[in-house]
């Protein structure tokens, strides 16, 4: 039997993360950053204006373990606004957001300010303080709908400017660099 192969990225601001893009428009995919073995999948996804932590493998096992809502997922997120406690609170209690037309209450998380990690600047400029005050904020949750973390914010009127994902369970982004591939011998 083929041993499994795992790989941990630095997904950068503008690519897909997929191998296949399905709208044929000009994006990198990740196939551009790296010879992956045929069969590898992205665990999760992080959407195109998101950046950081992206797991992949080829074990569909592997994949559906660390998918399930057993591992946290954090997030470095650089919001529109200053922060209060009132609003970080309702992060960590569950906000409602929208999933697939539905109104849901997102489960209880863990959520902090933090000061700018000082991550290398995007590809896209991010509008500087002449617009208005911005905020760091850990937001850590185990499960993960679609564009969960940004509809979060915008639910308390803090608008997402930047999105890193910086760990999935104990797997952290640390020094890996934008667009870097790290091939590891485990992911769980």
């Given amino acids: 039997m083929e041993k ?11 690519m897909i993360s997929q191998f296949v893009n399905p709208a044929k428009r000009k994006k990198t995919l990740l196939g551009d950053l790296y010879n992956f073995p045929e069969g590898t999948m992205a665990i999760g996804r992080l ?4 950046e950081g932590l992206l797991l992949l493998t080829t074990s569909g096992k592997v994949s559906a373990e660390i998918r399930s809502n057993k591992y946290e997922k954090e997030y470095y997120v650089q919001v529109d606004g200053l922060i209060t406690e009132n609003k970080i609170e309702q992060l960590r209690k569950g906000v409602q957001i929208g999933v697939k037309g539905e109104k849901y209450i997102t489960k209880p ?6 000061e700018d990690p000082n991550f290398p600047l995007r590809s896209q400029k991010i509008r500087d303080e002449r617009h208005g005050p911005t905020s760091w904020i850990s937001i850590i949750i185990k ?13 308390v009127n803090l608008p997402t400017l930047r999105l890193i994902r910086v760990r999935v369970g104990n797997i952290k982004l640390g020094e890996l660099k ?8 485990s992911l769980v």
């Fill in 47 to 50: 959407d195109v204006a998101s």
């Fill in 4 to 14: 499994h192969r795992h790989f941990i990225i630095h997904k950068p601001w503008g």
């Fill in 109 to 114: 998380g863990k959520a902090f300010c933090i």
């Fill in 178 to 185: 934008i667009s870097d591939v790290k091939e590891v011998s």
């Fill in 143 to 155: 499960e993960g709908k679609f564009r969960q973390v940004r509809k979060m914010t915008a639910a």
